[in-house]
């Protein structure tokens, strides 16, 4: 069993509680937004943004939600725009303005980006599970992977119903 800190039990307790948000996306330059304001946590800065998260749902192996990220200052849309979100990883991470210690701050959710909708006000940078389009682990036809002879030129695989001829270069 966790316990709480000090001054989450204390902000947990209180009359008001102040529910933050830290989002890490990485991008080239991995950007940092809070929620709560400009913090410091985990040697980080993490610059205060119009950040929200709607609809976040974590499974095993699946991920859903959109990031919302404000763009009046057409910071986040530059970096869509030059730099794409496809498989951007993202972090987001849940904590109350009046504890910002480093046990005090949970995890939430790992994903990736999967696509993005760019507005004037707003970027919507939908979440998806980083593995959620990986059928199979990557393995190379060799002898490290257990192949001692390949198959001849020609040669008619039937895979899922689909006749593949193998040809050489």
């Known amino acids: 069993m966790r316990a709480l800190s000090s001054p989450l039990s204390t902000a947990v307790s209180g009359p008001v509680q102040r529910p933050a948000l830290l989002v890490q996306m990485g991008f080239s330059t991995a950007q940092r937004w809070s929620s709560g304001g400009t913090i410091s946590w985990n040697g980080n800065t ?95 036809v060799g002898a490290a992977a257990g192949f001692g002879q390949m198959l001849p030129a020609g040669t008619v695989l039937r895979i899922n119903g689909i006749d593949m001829r193998l040809e050489r270069r």
Do not use: C, K
Not at 70 to 89: E, F, K, M, R, T
Not at 108 to 133: C, K, M, N, P, W
């Open 46 to 140: 993490w610059t205060a943004a119009d950040v929200r998260v709607e609809g976040l749902m974590v499974e095993a192996l699946r991920v859903s939600g959109t990031l919302i990220i404000g763009n009046l200052d057409d910071v986040i849309g530059g970096l869509i725009l030059s730099q794409g979100v496809q498989d951007i990883a993202v972090s987001i991470y849940g904590y109350d303005a009046a504890a910002t210690a480093t046990g005090d701050v949970v995890w939430l959710a790992d994903a990736v980006g999967a696509s993005a909708q760019l507005t004037t006000h707003e970027a919507r940078i939908a979440l998806r599970h980083y593995a959620e389009f990986v059928s199979s682990p990557r393995t190379l």
